[in-house]
């Protein structure tokens, strides 16, 4: 089972940028499709973006053009490049691991943005 740890998150204002990072430990990180989630106050958790085991993505189309996913395996890591950030982005953003039936979820990390 992989263990996933999020850090970058924070307070920037509208237009800023923020890189998330979530690093995975305990599995074979490489054969994982990773993803960010997040989830705003009284709303349901939704997807972000997600990256497969070949380097895939997918993007909600909110977010297209702005943020990037991208993995590095040599350091069991997923990262998040967000830019252009509005205050809609406001949430706690989650690091997910899935293959197959398969899943675990990072604690989340808080990303706020000012107007």
């Known amino acids: 089972q992989v263990q996933l740890v999020e850090s970058g998150g924070g307070l920037v204002q509208a237009g800023g940028s923020l890189r998330l990072s979530c690093a995975a430990s305990?599995?074979?990180?490489?054969?994982?499709?990773m993803g960010w989630y997040r989830q705003a106050p009284g709303k349901q958790r939704e997807l972000v973006a997600t990256i497969s085991s070949g380097s895939s993505t997918n993007y909600v189309d909110s977010v297209k053009g702005r943020f990037t996913i991208s993995r590095d395996n040599g350091k069991n890591t997923v990262y998040l490049q967000m830019n252009s950030l509005k205050p809609e982005d406001t949430a706690v953003y989650y690091c997910?691991?899935?293959?197959?039936?398969?899943?675990?979820w990072g604690q989340g990390t808080q990303v706020t943005v000012s107007s």
């Open positions: 305990g599995g074979i990180f490489s054969i994982y499709t």
């Open positions: 997910n691991a899935r293959l197959r039936s398969y899943e675990n």
